[in-house]
């Protein structure tokens, strides 16, 4: 999962379909999910994965309001589809649930 500065995000999301991935290296949700989050990439490619540290990209969590992790936007062309998470931990199989209804 690669890491990317503010500016590469807010570039980034202009165009296409994205799903943002907010996460941070301290956060146990956030480790519980990681190791199902290649699968869930490559099931769901259909959206540009970003995956955001909510430490090292503040601007852009406060830009989105994001202040629990794991949390998951997904945005089509900039404008915002939907977001899940809140902090909380979730499976797998709730993210996956997630993407549907935004995939939709």
Same mark, same amino acid.
């Given at each position: ?19 943002? *991935?907010?996460?941070? @290296?301290?956060?146990?949700?956030? /480790? ?6 290649? !699968?869930?990439?490559? =099931? ?19 830009? *989105?309001?994001?202040? @629990?992790?794991?949390?998951?936007? /997904? ?6 589809? !939907?977001?899940?998470? =809140? ?18």
């Amino acid at each position: 999962m690669a890491q990317f500065s503010n500016e590469e995000i807010f570039d980034a999301i202009k165009s296409g379909r994205k799903m943002l *991935f907010f996460t941070a @290296g301290w956060c146990p949700d956030c /480790a519980f999910i990681k190791p199902a989050m290649p !699968g869930i990439m490559e =099931k769901y490619n259909q959206f540009d994965w970003i995956t955001v540290d909510r430490d090292d990209n503040l601007e852009v969590a406060q830009h *989105f309001g994001v202040m @629990g992790i794991p949390s998951f936007i /997904a945005l089509e062309d900039g404008k915002e589809l !939907g977001r899940f998470g =809140k902090g909380e931990r979730r499976t797998p199989k709730e993210v996956e649930e997630f993407i549907e209804t935004v995939n939709a």
